[in-house]
């Protein structure tokens, strides 16, 4: 039994005394502490040394106080199980030497036996868990196969995508060759988290927000249906869609426990959209743990009036950016843990 499981009774949608609190890309660059584990290993090493990764994992837990951990790692270990080559170049981010443009690159990704390849996340799961001692829910993630694809074509992150979104319009059947490769290797990776340990799993779909209404369900939305249908009942799964407040009402559909919210949608729209019919969790502008403290208190607080106390989680609209000082961060998760109805 996990002893704070109000994000958990939160993605079930029961009434809590206060929502719970948590903050995506919690688990690094703005923490000192994780700031000096970066001085002296590169970032995959991280990743892949269990005793690391369940280090990096509980500092915001100890440090800033969230309600929730999410494991230390990358969606980008993914296309590289698939034999897709990726580094992480200081100052530029995710690098692929190979991008993926041809049948050739689509026929060498492969669906790999994911105990073999990731066998370290896995790993990283069981030992977080002990390190965590039930005092919170562990969070698995793994970006969407969209997401996943923008990175395996482009070649490096990216203002749009461009070539990502060419190569769908393109030549449509290999993409959707590839997309299907990802997802196939997605849903039994995440199974593998849950076997592991994890109490629920966020899929993020950092980029769907780049394509139209209809493009989103053609080449993203429908792999992500597939990992939901995959998973559920047996953990909940959280779909965050960064840009895709179009497809909130389709997503609510979706058998998914918990929809993301960036901060470009208001709380009253998102609830609209979704009918109230469903656990909602953002999405403060992370650009706002830079106002001064005070200000950042009363505009947590509003935010949490205005999504409600129930069926809701309290978290940014995507990632903290690691400008913030931690004392903010801090600020911020104290206001909803102070909330009282
Ligand atoms: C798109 C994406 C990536 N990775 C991730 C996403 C989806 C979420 C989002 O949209 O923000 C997900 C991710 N990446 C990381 C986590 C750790 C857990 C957590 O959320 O706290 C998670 C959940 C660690 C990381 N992943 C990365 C770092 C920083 C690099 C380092 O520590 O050396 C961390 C802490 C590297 C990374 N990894 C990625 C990029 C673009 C970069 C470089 C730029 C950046 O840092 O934002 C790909």
Avoid at 132 to 153: H, K, M, Q, R
Wanted: glycine share 6%; net charge negative; with cysteine.
């Amino acid at each position: 039994m996990i002893k704070n499981d109000l994000f958990l009774r939160a993605l079930k949608g029961e009434t809590v005394s206060r929502p719970p609190v948590w903050m995506m890309r919690q688990a690094g660059r703005y923490l000192p502490d994780f700031m000096k584990l970066k001085e002296k290993y590169d970032f995959f090493t991280r990743c892949r040394t269990p005793e690391l990764a369940t280090e990096i994992t509980v500092m915001p837990i100890h440090q800033v106080g969230t309600d929730a951990a999410i494991l230390f790692s990358d969606i980008l270990v993914v296309p590289q199980a698939m034999n897709i080559e990726v580094e992480m170049k200081p100052g530029l981010g995710p690098w692929l030497p190979h991008p993926i443009r041809d049948k050739k690159g689509v026929d060498a990704a492969v669906v790999p036996n994911v105990y073999e390849e990731l066998g370290y996340v896995y790993d990283a799961i069981k030992l977080t868990k002990e390190a965590l001692n039930d005092e919170v829910p562990l969070i698995g993630f793994a970006g969407s196969p969209w997401t996943i694809f923008c990175y395996c074509v482009q070649g490096q992150g990216s203002k749009n995508f461009d070539k990502a979104k060419a190569f769908c319009f393109s030549e449509p059947e290999l993409a959707h060759q590839l997309l299907q490769k990802i997802t196939d290797t997605t849903i039994a990776y995440l199974k593998g988290k849950v076997e592991a340990g994890v109490d629920a799993v966020q899929v993020f779909d950092s980029w769907g927000g780049m394509l139209s209404p209809e493009d989103y369900q053609t080449f993203s939305w429908q792999y992500m249906q597939q990992i939901i249908d995959a998973l559920r009942p047996d953990i909940p799964v959280i779909a965050f869609g960064k840009g895709c407040w179009f497809a909130l009402e389709h997503m609510s559909k979706s058998g998914a426990a918990a929809l993301g919210v960036d901060w470009t949608c208001s709380p009253e729209v998102a609830r609209k959209l979704t009918n109230n019919s469903i656990t909602l969790q953002g999405n403060f502008d992370p650009s706002r743990l830079l106002s001064p403290i005070p200000e950042i208190e009363k505009m947590a607080l509003e935010m949490l009036n205005r999504f409600g106390k129930d069926k809701y989680i309290a978290n940014l609209g995507h990632g903290i950016l690691p400008n913030i000082p931690v004392d903010h961060a801090k600020a911020f998760v104290n206001a909803i843990k102070n909330y009282e109805s």
